[in-house]
T-cell receptor
Framework: GEDVEQSLFLSVREGDSSVINCTYT??????LYWYKQEPGAGLQLLTY?????DMKQDQRLTVLLNKKDKHLSLRIADTQTGDSAIYFC????????????FGTGTRLQVTL | KAGVTQTPRYLIKTRGQQVTLSCSPI?????VSWYQQTPGQGLQFLFE???????NKGNFPGRFSGRQFSNSRSEMNVSTLELGDSALYLC?????????????FGPGTRLTVL
């Protein structure tokens, strides 16, 4: 079945690293994504990882995938106040790559 | 290159009415997907259209319908509105549907049902 879970809230200080976690139950997921949503805005794709990868780094973002535990994480280095937003992980499958199943979302608050 | 546009941005309706939301994808994109976002249920997939054909459908009642035109623009319709239909409706466009390709989301239409 499709079920993607995230913790609801994370607070970090500016300059620290943030780690947002996500667990999923469907091992046949092919693509896993991280989206960012700022207030009053749509969703912005931050990064994605294929299920045959363990890690992907993109500037300040590092995605780690543990397929055995069905665990996905997003690390944001040197977190800035502009990173304050809701972060969603999502999954999709080969053949239906445009149909996304989203997690519950994690609200990241960055304090000075 | 213009992004995904959705109209209207805000809408207020009363129970029992029907509503039509519009989505214009990025030029050249042939796939349009719709999502409903509510505080209680989160982001849920409604349906996806590619080349004027519905390719995937989420678990929503038949009151929710959509279509796609030959220019890839899409509309979704909700009939006999219920209070629980109050939500942010997001559409996303992409070039294709089967292999990975980035989906670009519009800003959404916020529907309030009174």
């Amino acid at each position: 079945g499709e079920d993607v879970e995230q913790s609801l809230f994370l607070s970090v200080r500016e300059g620290d690293s943030s780690v947002i976690n996500c667990t999923y139950t469907d091992s046949s997921s092919t693509y896993l994504y991280w989206y960012k949503q700022e207030p009053g805005a749509g969703l912005q794709l931050l990064t994605y990882i294929f299920s045959n990868m363990d890690m992907k780094q993109d500037q300040r973002l590092t995605v780690l995938l543990n397929k055995k535990d069905k665990h996905l994480s997003l690390r944001i280095a040197d977190t800035q106040t502009g990173d304050s937003a809701i972060y969603f992980c999502a999954e999709s499958y080969t053949g239906t790559a445009s149909k996304l199943t989203f997690g519950t979302g994690t609200r990241l608050q960055v304090t000075l | 290159k213009a992004g995904v546009t959705q109209t209207p941005r805000y809408l207020i309706k009363t129970r029992g009415q029907q509503v039509t939301l519009s989505c214009s994808p990025i030029s050249g994109h042939r796939s349009v997907s719709w999502y409903q976002q509510t505080p209680g249920q989160g982001l849920q997939f409604l349906f996806e259209y590619f080349s004027e054909t519905q390719r995937n459908k989420g678990n929503f009642p038949g009151r929710f319908s959509g279509r796609q035109f030959s220019n890839s623009r899409s509309e979704m319709n909700v009939s006999t509105l219920e209070l629980g239909d109050s939500a942010l409706y997001l559409c996303a466009s992409s070039w294709t549907i089967k292999t990975y390709n980035e989906q670009f989301f519009g800003p959404g239409t916020r529907l309030t049902v009174l």
